[in-house]
């Protein structure tokens, strides 16, 4: 995509600012007998989008969709980079990314599964918000839905961009520790890093009566 287009759908599709909040969306007295967790990734830069990272319980053996609340990693919640959700414990996958919240990508064909435990906080890495928000928009502008409406969802299923997340250094991990010591300071469960690994999910379908989500199975297309 020509940094023009880009610019200019950025100013259409991308907007926010950098307000130190948690909302619902994270516990703030976690401690390491609690039975939930927290996810963190931190983002680069740390000017914020509409953009969100999609978690979903997924079991990669049975290859199938678990019914427990998933994870949305949300940008506009973010602080000084850091993103945090509450997370319910089992095997997450990253399901899809998402922009303002009506594009979204499905990474069926490449992403990462990891565990979340009870009681931890687990630090993903850091993730550069841009490559995202690119791919989505090249998506949107191949099929010509740039403008639409703001009750439409539209689901893209694409087998070249992966989630990826640079693993935490030892400066990361201090700098997490710093900012949980002022911003979280009744957060004292543990923080962890989690191994990614690769794996797929099913080919996304489009169930009857209903449009295409990541987690109808391409054997559910009618």
Not at 9 to 25: I, R, S
Not at 133 to 152: L, N, P, W
């Amino acid at each position: 995509m020509s940094k023009l287009i880009y610019t200019l759908l950025l100013m259409f599709l991308v907007a926010g600012c950098e307000t130190p909040k948690f909302g619902g969306a994270v516990k703030t007295n976690l401690t390491n007998n609690d039975p939930n967790a927290i996810i963190v990734v931190r983002t680069i830069p740390e000017g914020v989008s509409n953009l969100g990272i999609s978690l979903k319980h997924y079991d990669i053996n049975d290859q199938k969709w678990l019914d427990k609340q998933g994870s949305f990693l949300n940008s506009y919640l973010k602080d000084q980079g850091f993103i945090f959700v509450n997370a319910v414990p089992g095997q997450l996958v990253v399901e899809s990314a998402e922009l303002q919240p009506n594009w979204h990508i499905c990474f069926h064909s490449n992403t990462l599964a990891f565990n979340v435990t009870p009681g931890k906080v687990h630090y993903l890495g850091t993730i550069k918000e841009q490559n995202y928000v690119e791919a989505i928009m090249d998506q949107a502008v191949q099929a010509g839905e740039t403008k639409i409406r703001s009750s439409e969802n539209k689901y893209y299923i694409q087998d070249e961009l992966a989630p990826y997340f640079k693993p935490p250094a030892e400066d990361d991990l201090k700098l997490l520790n710093d900012y949980m010591r002022i911003n979280l300071p009744e957060v004292s469960a543990e923080i962890v890093v989690p191994e990614l690994i690769k794996t797929t999910y099913p080919k996304p379908g489009k169930p009857r009566f209903a449009s295409i989500r990541c987690t109808s199975n391409e054997n559910d297309r009618m």
